[in-house]
T-cell receptor, first 113, second 114 residues
C-alpha cells in the first residue's frame, strides 16, 4: 500500500528565503512521486514529478525536489520564495502507471513580505 | 480538448436533491479519476476508470454516489439525495501512460448543499 505524509500543515517564509516543504512516502514498490500546487479557488497544477529517471527533479517556477530512497523522502525546495508562491502544496504517490494516486494532507505556504 | 473540463463549475443544491457532475477528460486519456476535496483538506479518492471499466470504487462514501463512463471518455458523477456533508469540490483527473503517468486535473465542480 502507498501513503504520503507531509510534515507541517502550514509553513511561513519570508520573501527571498528558502522554501522547504517536507514529504515522506511509503510504498511497497518503486513509486511515482509528484508535487502539485493549488492556488486559491483554482485546480491542481503539476509542479514536478519523479519517475526514476533522475533523483533530482526540476519543476516549474523554480521548484525542485530530490528523491531519497534511503530516507523515503521527496522534499520540495525553492531557493528564494516569491509572493506568488503562496498556495497549497500536495505531495502525491502512485505505484503503477494509471493506478490510484494517494495525496498528502497538503502544506499551506505563506510568504511574508 | 486542451485540458480536463468539468461542469458545472458551481452548483448549489437543496438537501435531498440529486446532482450530476460532468467530466470531459483530455482526449485519448485512458484513465479517469474522481476525487472529493472538502474545505481545507486534501483530495480524497472516490473512483477510478480505465476506459469504460470502473476498476475501483472503494472511495465512494455511500450508495448515494454513482459514477459512470459508458463510452470510455466523458464521465458523470451522480449524487442522489444530497446531504450537507456532500458539500465539497469534486475533482476529475485523467492520465495516460504515454505521458509518464502524470495526472491532469480539471478545475473542479464546487458543490454546496443547503
Amino acid at each position: 500500500a502507498q501513503s504520503v505524509t507531509q510534515l507541517g500543515s502550514h509553513v511561513s517564509v519570508s520573501e527571498g528565503a528558502l522554501v522547504l516543504l517536507r514529504c515522506n512516502y511509503s510504498s511497497s514498490v518503486p513509486p511515482y512521486l509528484f508535487w502539485y500546487v493549488q492556488y486559491p479557488n483554482q485546480g491542481l497544477q503539476l509542479l514536478l514529478k519523479y519517475t526514476s529517471a533522475a533523483t533530482l527533479v526540476k519543476g516549474i517556477n523554480g521548484f525542485e525536489a530530490e528523491f531519497k530512497k534511503s530516507e523515503t523522502s521527496f522534499h520540495l525546495t525553492k531557493p528564494s520564495a516569491h509572493m506568488s508562491d503562496a498556495a497549497e502544496y500536495f505531495c502525491v504517490v502512485s505505484d503503477l502507471p494509471g493506478n490510484q494516486f494517494y495525496f498528502g494532507t497538503g502544506t499551506s505556504l505563506t510568504v511574508i513580505p | 480538448g486542451a485540458g480536463v473540463s468539468q461542469s458545472p463549475r458551481y452548483k448549489v443544491a437543496k438537501r435531498g436533491q440529486d446532482v450530476a457532475l460532468r467530466c470531459d477528460p483530455i482526449s485519448g486519456h485512458v484513465s479517469l479519476f474522481w476525487y472529493q476535496q472538502a474545505l481545507g483538506q486534501g483530495p480524497e479518492f472516490l473512483t477510478y476508470f480505465q476506459n469504460e471499466a470502473q476498476l475501483d470504487k472503494s472511495g465512494l462514501p455511500s450508495d448515494r454516489f454513482f459514477a459512470e463512463r459508458p463510452e470510455g471518455s466523458v464521465s458523470t458523477l451522480k449524487i442522489q439525495r444530497t446531504q450537507q456533508e456532500d458539500s465539497a469540490v469534486y475533482l476529475c483527473a485523467s492520465s495516460s501512460r504515454t505521458e509518464g503517468n502524470t495526472i491532469y486535473f480539471g478545475e473542479g465542480s464546487w458543490l454546496t448543499v443547503v
